[in-house]
Nanobody, 122 residues
Framework: QVQLVESGGGMVQAGGSLRLSCAVS????????IVWFRQAPGAQREFVAA????????YGADSVKGRFTISRDNAKNVVDLQMNDLRPEDTAVYYC???????????????WGAGTSVTVSS
């Protein structure tokens, strides 16, 4: 079992920054990639970014590339998502998930956190 707890969400004006954290605990957590998804109201859950235990990263939508950075601290078992230059369209609930695999689709995730809400006002 793996437990994931997100934190760091909140409200911010457009152009601002937020840093989300995902605290990871449980068994064999070094076997998992940690993935950030987001889900806006009325929309499907969208892949944002992923990081393997090795530190290799993959980013999802072009809209986040260059603005969002994922990082992993294996000593602290924390995965962060630094979000800069936030836009109203970034408003969503952000979830972290753990996966054995390398296909970053919601259906392939093994464990999920409860999510943290991000609201970006214009």
């Amino acid at each position: 079992q793996v437990q994931l707890v997100e934190s760091g969400g909140g409200m911010v004006q457009a152009g601002g920054s937020l840093r989300l954290s995902c605290a990871v605990s449980g068994r064999a957590i070094n076997s998992y990639g940690i993935v950030w998804f987001r889900q806006a109201p009325g929309a499907q859950r969208e892949f944002v970014a992923a990081v393997r235990y090795s530190g290799s990263t993959t980013y999802g939508a072009d809209s986040v590339k260059g603005r969002f950075t994922i990082s992993r601290d294996n000593a602290k078992n924390v995965v962060d998502l630094q979000m800069n230059d936030l836009r109203p369209e970034d408003t969503a609930v952000y979830y972290c998930a753990a996966t054995f695999g390398s296909t970053y689709e919601p259906r392939w995730m093994n464990y999920w956190g409860a999510g943290t809400s991000v609201t970006v006002s214009s």
